[in-house]
T-cell receptor, first 113, second 111 residues
Framework: EPEVTQTPSHQVTQMGQEVILRCVPI?????FYWYRQILGQKVEFLVS????????KSEIFDDQFSVERPDGSNFTLKIRSTKLEDSAMYFC???????????FGQGTRLTVV | QKEVEQNSGPLSVPEGAIASLNCTYS??????FFWYRQYSGKSPELIMS????GDKEDGRFTAQLNKASQYVSLLIRDSQPSDSATYLC???????????FGRGTSLIVHP
């Protein structure tokens, strides 16, 4: 069964460093999302991406965040200068169209020290 | 600001019982509703989607939607200890095509 794949599963980084989280969405999906979940809190929307551009973003998605689809399969989230409060699980999700079911990757646990 | 509300629980039910999980939402224009299951430390796993008023059944799971009252519920029949997890309600529509999640309800099924 096709699935969304995320790498790495766990990333530890020092405060102020840049990190890139990678996702391979399901191959026939057109809409891509990044969510995050701080420990013990709810799943929060960061950004959506369609047709090679950002379609919506939340207040959390400030200038330190960026997304790219560098090739036909990968979808990346970059955090330029990490802060302690960026420590969270980051989930990538994809779906075939609007209002269809979104499928999540297994997540990347980011720990900023 | 779209709000999705869930009782955080925990909801504790005995094995074999029916577990009933509820979710209310603020945006009357919402069109799509999803239930996800999340085990501790894992990612959300889609259980069901529902788009129109009424019931939708899939195996042991039944989703119920009442748009007039702005609530959606999930019933789990014959609950098993393996159903113990956090159940997330996600709502979409009303001008934004972004699934918005509630905080989730923790379900504990005890043998």
């Amino acid at each position: 069964e096709p699935e969304v794949t995320q790498t790495p599963s766990h990333q530890v980084t020092q405060m102020g460093q840049e990190v890139i989280l990678r996702c391979v969405p399901i191959s026939n999906h057109l809409y891509f999302y990044w969510y995050r979940q701080i420990l013990g809190q709810k799943v929060e929307f960061l950004v959506s991406f369609y047709n090679n551009e950002i379609s919506e973003k939340s207040e959390i998605f400030d200038d330190q965040f960026s997304v790219e689809r560098p090739d036909g399969s990968n979808f990346t989230l970059k955090i330029r200068s990490t802060k302690l409060e960026d420590s969270a699980m980051y989930f990538c999700a994809s779906r075939t169209g609007l209002v269809t079911e979104a499928f999540f990757g297994q997540g990347t646990r980011l720990t900023v020290v | 600001q779209k709000e999705v509300e869930q009782n955080s629980g925990p909801l504790s039910v005995p094995e074999g019982a029916i577990a009933s999980l509820n979710c209310t939402y603020s945006d009357r224009g919402s069109q799509s509703f999803f239930w996800y299951r999340q085990y501790s430390g894992k990612s959300p796993e889609l259980i069901m989607s529902i788009y129109s008023n009424g019931d939708k059944e899939d195996g042991r799971f039944t989703a119920q939607l009442n748009k007039a009252s702005q609530y959606v519920s999930l019933l789990i029949r014959d609950s098993q200890p393996s159903d113990s997890a956090t159940y997330l309600c996600a709502v979409e529509g009303g001008g934004s095509y972004i699934p918005t999640f509630g905080r989730g309800t923790s379900l504990i099924v005890h043998p």
